[in-house]
């Protein structure tokens, strides 16, 4: 069952890091005046149709080679009259992958070849017509971006902590692993922090972790689902998603108290201040029900209280102090706010749509649950604030330029909320009110802001590599703490005795402005990145030795079970199902990639072990009848 398993996370990772090309840039939408809004072509019984439109890799630095390509396909055979990419502005048109393929009633793959020697935007679309219809790929009402470009390799990430008069106290080096959250216990005592493939707990007196847990089923760095991780007030509780898995820790342990496959990766991660309540926003589609998610579950049990779709990602979630109540917020094409209470899954508030062809990206709500703030991004870029008792917006406020809101924070009584943008404009808000208490303007785009809760401590960090602490009360500048990489994540202790920061690459550089903006790199040397078919034929392999396992397994499982029927018999013990519950003689297990994850709902019926229920596999399943009496290694930690 270990090699099992250790397939299966490969296979996961490799998938991963293909889906992520293929859903990710759906909602890298830019309000760009070379690339507004485009026309939507009409409908007819002759249109041929595009998919799997995306450009490879989606992010690198510059001086690297990228291939944008997209499958033609018509229903009747007929040849195209011309694929074209739409390419920053221009049409052009685009040849075959393989030049003698002609099957286009079952598809044929295009390609565009594109090495960027500078940074910025990349915009684009694909169109194609039969001569009798035309069909469209890779937009929704702009067109989408990529790839997302870097002037480094961002292999110099790190956690660190500062204290609240400036000072440095310790860095944690993480190496090229992208950190996807940092959150500090209110007293600023403990630590937690995530990257692609680690959960670390400190206790803030030492840069060694207290544990760390290694995941398996890690997720490849690049694009903005990175996952998230939350602490309870007192620290006792860890709460994280980490690939496309939530993990339940225990400050006492690195060995998870429960975890729950929510077969997609994660945007973010929260817990109630009393570390009753859970929950996750999900990455996925609208045709899957099972992605697109926002869960919630109580800490007892790995089985979610409740789960909700939405035709578009979940992006940032936020529970009040006891969990009663959850603030959400989703990303194209759904773009709304939400706030929902821990009894239904029927929404309180569900808006409208907030933005035109952007995400809603940011959710925070009070500590009571009576207020929601929400940041919106690009071409409405701005903040919406929601009253949940009246179910109505209290206000409004555009950003300058309508710049991203990719960062927010709200105090614990409500009170006062924090903005900070892709523009570097930096915001503290009364919540009676859309006209800032205070403003500040930096030389970067701000990926991440929190406030103090005594409103006495503003920390903010982006892409200059810098954490600035800034003084809410005198509304100046306090001090700022150089870092190696772009800060995309800060979180302050309720205190403000520490702040907490971590760096990643900037998860939408299209919008972010540099120094380096617009400079004209020589690329003497171009980066050919490994191929997409070398790829999928390492997920392939890796699938068809799944599959040969998994028929030696169904042999062995045949005759043990056998085995076990004889003294059943014997003993007159009666039960439904058997071994065949675990592994079906009939069920599918086609894990072989082709440009989607097929088998995934096979793979998780097989693996996931909230559907195993069994004792001595390291994982507490409450909801199955585990407890610390009848099965105390796997339940210790409760």
């Known amino acids: 069952m270990k090699m099992l398993r250790r397939l299966f996370f490969f296979i996961n990772l490799v998938a991963g890091l293909f889906l992520s090309v293929l859903t990710v840039n759906a909602e890298v939408k830019i309000n760009n005046p070379s690339c507004g809004t485009i026309p939507k072509l009409p409908k007819t019984e002759n249109d041929p149709y595009l998919f799997e439109g995306h450009v490879y890799p989606f992010w690198g630095p510059v001086c ?134 680690h959960v670390y707990l400190f206790n803030t007196d030492s840069a060694k972790p207290v544990w760390t847990y290694t995941s398996k089923m890690s997720s490849p760095p690049g694009g903005d689902v990175k996952g998230g991780i939350d602490i309870s007030t007192d620290g006792s509780m860890i709460f994280t998603a980490l690939g496309s898995q939530a993990l339940l820790f225990n400050q006492k342990s690195n060995k998870p108290v429960w975890q729950y496959d929510i077969g997609n990766s994660a945007y973010s991660a929260a817990v109630s201040k009393d570390g009753e309540y859970l929950a996750i926003g999900t990455a996925g589609s609208d045709e899957n029900q099972d992605s697109n998610l926002l869960i919630l579950w109580n800490k007892k049990s790995s089985k979610p209280l409740w789960q909700y779709h939405a035709s578009g990602n979940f992006h940032e979630v936020s529970l009040s102090n006891d969990g009663a109540f ?90 006062l909320i924090a903005a900070a943008t892709f523009g570097g404009q930096v915001y503290i808000f009364n919540n009676e009110s859309n006209k800032p208490l205070a403003s500040w303007s930096l030389d970067a785009s701000m990926g991440a802001v929190e406030i103090s809760d005594d ?77 997409e078919a070398e790829m999928r034929s390492s997920s392939k392999t890796t699938g068809s030795k799944l599959n040969n396992l998994v028929g030696v397994m169904r042999k062995k499982l045949s005759f043990f079970e056998k085995i ?16 065949k519950q675990a592994i079906q003689p009939d069920e599918k297990t086609d894990y072989q990639l082709n440009g989607q994850n097929q088998g995934n709902d096979q793979a998780e019926n097989l693996l996931s072990p909230e559907k195993q229920g069994v004792c001595g596999n390291n994982v507490c399943e409450p909801d199955l009848g585990e407890t610390k009496e009848s099965c105390p290694g796997d339940c210790s930690n409760i």
């Not at 925070?364 to 870029?381: H, K, N, V």
């Not at 903040?383 to 990719?406: H, N």
């Not at 005795?497 to 990643?504: F, I, L, M, N, P």
């Not at 076990?564 to 071994?579: A, M, R």
Request: with cysteine.
């Open 64 to 197: 690297q080679r990228y291939t944008y390509s997209v499958i033609y396909r018509d229903e009747k055979g007929r040849p195209p009259e011309y694929v074209r990419i739409y390419f920053n502005g221009k049409m052009i048109d685009i040849d075959k992958s393989d030049s003698n393929d002609t099957n286009y009633q079952k598809g044929v793959r295009y390609q565009y070849r594109y090495v960027p020697d500078k940074l910025g935007s990349n915009f684009y679309f694909f169109e194609a017509s039969n001569g009798v219809g035309k069909a469209r790929a890779s937009i929704i009402d702009s067109p989408d971006n990529g790839p997302v470009l870097f002037e480094g390799d961002f292999k110099d990430n790190e956690i660190a902590l500062i204290d609240a008069s400036g000072n440095l106290v310790w860095r944690f080096p993480v190496g090229e692993e992208w950190v996807g959250g940092v959150a500090l216990s209110d007293d600023g005592r403990y630590l937690a922090a995530q990257t692609n493939r």
């Open 455 to 531: 409103g006495r401590l503003l920390a903010v960090g982006g892409a200059d590599s810098k954490v600035h602490l800034l003084n809410p009360q005198d509304k100046t500048f306090h001090r700022q703490i150089v870092l190696s990489e772009y800060v995309g994540e800060i979180d302050v202790a309720a205190n403000g005795k520490y702040v907490a920061a971590g760096t990643s690459g900037s998860v939408y550089f299209f919008e972010t402005f540099s120094p380096n903006e617009g400079k004209i790199f020589p690329c003497v040397e171009i980066v050919e990145p490994v191929s």
């Open 564 to 579: 076990l029927n004889f003294f059943k018999n014997i003993l007159g013990i009666k039960t439904e199902g058997g071994l």
């Open 326 to 415: 959850v603030a959400a917020a989703t990303g194209c094409p759904d773009r709304r706010a939400y706030i929902f209470s821990k009894d239904s899954n029927e929404p309180i508030l569900r808006t409208e749509m907030l933005t035109r062809d952007s995400p809603v990206d940011e959710a925070q709500i009070s500590g009571s649950g009576d207020l929601a703030a929400f940041g919106l991004e690009s071409d409405q870029g701005g903040l919406a604030i929601y009253d949940r008792v009246g179910k109505k917006q209290l206000w409004r406020f555009e950003t300058p330029k309508r710049k991203s809101v990719r960062a927010l924070s709200i105090t614990d009584d409500g009170q």
